[in-house]
C-alpha cells in the first residue's frame, strides 16, 4: 500500500496505537455510556423542549427506542445509562441513580451548583468504570450525554474556558427559532460576566457546568489514568474533554473525536484540543449518537492495520 493511502484512516491506526501504547490495538471490550441531567437554565426558555425530555429520553435509552440504543445493539456494544441529576420525580428503572440533585439552578443569578456538589460529581464519575459493572479490561468507551438546556451550559463552560465570544460558540440546539438563539446568546453572556471571576477548573464547572458534564469529566479523568480510548460525542462531550483536560492534559492524548457537530462552538472546542473529528455529519443529537456512528471507521482501521499485506509481503 503506498504510504497514506487510506487518509484519515492512517491517522487513526497511528491515534489509537499511540493510545493504547501496543503495536497490536483492539477496540473491544467497548461500551457506551450517556449520563443525563438536567439544567437549572432551561427555565430561561433557551431550548425548544421542555426538561422533562430528559426523563423521557432516558426510558428511550433503556426501552431500546432511541438512535444510541438502536446503534449500540448493531454495533454490538454494551449501552449503560447514568442519572447524575434529571429533574424525573422517580429514578428510571435499569438506569445507574447516583442523582445530585433534580437538575442545576439557572446560572443567571447564582452558580450552577457549588463548588463541593461540582467536587462530589466528578468525584462519582471517577466511581462510574466500576459501578456499572464495565468489562475491567475494556479498551474503549465511547461517551455521551442527555440534558435539556446542556448546550447553553456547554457554550458557557467554553466561554469562560477559552475567553471566546459567546456569539461564536451558542447554536441552535434542538433547532430553536432566530429569537430562542438571540436570547440563548444573551444568556450566556450574561451568564460569562457574572462568573467572570471563576478561572479554575472545578470553579468554571460549578459556575456553569451540569451534573452530566461534571461526572463525565470524571470519568475521563479516569479514563485517561486507566490508558483507556475516550471516543467523544458532540459539543458537551467535548466540552467535558476541555475541562478534564484542564485538570489533567493527559486526557486529551487519550481523546478521540467522532465527529463534528452543527453546534458553532463545537469548531471551536475541538481546535483548542487538537482534535480532528472522524466524520463531518452535522448532526446535533447527542447521546453518544455520533460516536456511534464512528465507532466502525475506527474498527476498519484496527482491523486493516493488524491485518492488510504490505508491499514488503508481497514480495515474499
Known amino acids: 500500500m503506498p504510504r497514506w493511502a487510506l487518509g484519515r484512516l492512517c491517522d487513526l491506526m497511528v491515534e489509537i496505537v499511540r493510545i493504547q501504547e501496543t503495536d497490536s490495538p483492539a477496540l473491544r471490550p467497548a461500551a457506551v455510556v450517556v449520563l443525563a441531567g438536567d439544567h437549572g437554565i432551561a427555565s430561561e426558555g433557551v431550548s425548544a423542549y421542555p426538561s422533562e425530555i430528559t426523563g423521557l429520553m432516558v426510558a428511550n435509552f433503556l426501552r431500546g427506542g432511541a438512535a444510541i440504543s438502536l446503534l449500540a445493539k448493531q454495533h454490538r456494544l454494551p449501552l449503560r445509562v447514568v442519572d447524575m441529576g434529571t429533574a424525573t420525580a422517580e429514578v428510571v428503572p435499569g ?61 458557557a463552560l467554553a466561554a469562560l474556558l477559552l475567553d471566546r465570544d459567546p456569539a461564536d460558540l451558542v447554536g441552535r440546539g434542538t433547532l430553536i427559532d432566530e429569537a430562542t438563539l438571540a436570547k440563548k446568546i444573551d444568556v450566556v453572556r450574561r451568564a460569562v460576566t457574572l462568573h467572570a471571576q471563576a478561572r479554575e477548573p472545578l470553579e468554571v464547572l460549578a459556575a456553569v457546568g451540569g451534573f452530566e458534564l461534571a461526572g463525565m469529566v470524571g470519568m475521563m479523568l479516569e479514563a485517561a489514568e486507566r490508558g483507556r480510548l475516550l471516543l467523544l460525542d458532540g459539543f458537551p462531550a467535548s466540552v467535558a474533554a476541555l475541562v478534564a483536560s484542564r485538570i489533567d492534559p493527559g486526557v486529551r492524548d487519550v481523546c478521540i473525536a467522532s465527529h463534528r457537530s452543527a453546534e458553532p462552538g463545537h469548531d471551536v472546542v475541538l481546535e483548542a484540543l487538537g482534535l480532528v473529528p472522524v466524520v463531518e455529519m452535522r448532526m446535533r443529537l447527542g447521546e453518544a449518537s455520533g460516536a456511534a456512528l464512528a465507532w466502525p471507521l475506527l474498527e476498519s482501521a484496527v482491523m486493516l492495520y493488524r491485518e492488510m499485506a504490505t508491499f514488503d509481503d508481497l514480495a515474499q
Open 95 to 155: 438506569a445507574l441513580s447516583v442523582r445530585l440533585a433534580k437538575g442545576t439552578k439557572s446560572f443567571l443569578d447564582r452558580q450552577a451548583m457549588s463548588l463541593e456538589t461540582a467536587t462530589e460529581a466528578v468525584a462519582i464519575g471517577r466511581q462510574l468504570l466500576d459501578r456499572l459493572a464495565i468489562d475491567p479490561g475494556t479498551s474503549t468507551l465511547l461517551l455521551g450525554e442527555m440534558g435539556i438546556g446542556n448546550t447553553t451550559s456547554s457554550a
